[in-house]
């Protein structure tokens, strides 16, 4: 496996994993320090500030599942794959990211949406 797809695979499971000291260690392990992430809820920058919003938002949806829901597709460094939220059973979220990663891996960057995109009409 490749070095992104590793730190892709760790960032996923960092929304998954419920002790705080193994969600710090996989965000060390997979992002870069200072990690942008943006989606239509938050635009932080950093691991702390990652870490802080994953833990507000499994407080607020507790034992909800994350996951990938595609392969991921990569070139010059960018990512893209959908994903999904499952809580009590049921679907509550699809979504869609780009991701930029470094040379050696580690997430740089993570443009995320929510919901399917609507073709023209």
């Not at 996923?12 to 239509?40: C, Q």
């Not at 994903?83 to 470094?102: A, H, L, S, Y």
Request: hydrophobic fraction near 40%; aromatic fraction near 10%.
């Amino acid at each position: 496996m490749a070095a992104y797809e590793t730190n892709l695979e760790k960032m996923m499971l960092v929304w998954n994993t419920p002790d705080r000291a193994t969600r710090e260690r996989l965000v060390d392990e997979a992002l870069e320090h200072n990690v942008h992430f943006v989606d239509p809820n938050h635009n932080i920058i950093g691991r702390k500030a990652f870490l802080a919003m994953v833990d507000q938002i499994l407080e607020q949806f507790p034992g909800a599942a994350y996951n990938r829901n595609s392969d991921v597709d990569m070139q010059n460094n960018f990512c893209r794959y959908h994903w999904k939220i499952d809580w009590d059973g049921k679907r509550v979220m699809n979504g869609f990211d780009v991701t930029e990663v470094n040379d050696g891996g580690k997430v740089v960057k993570v443009i995320g949406f929510f919901g399917p995109l609507v073709p023209e009409s």
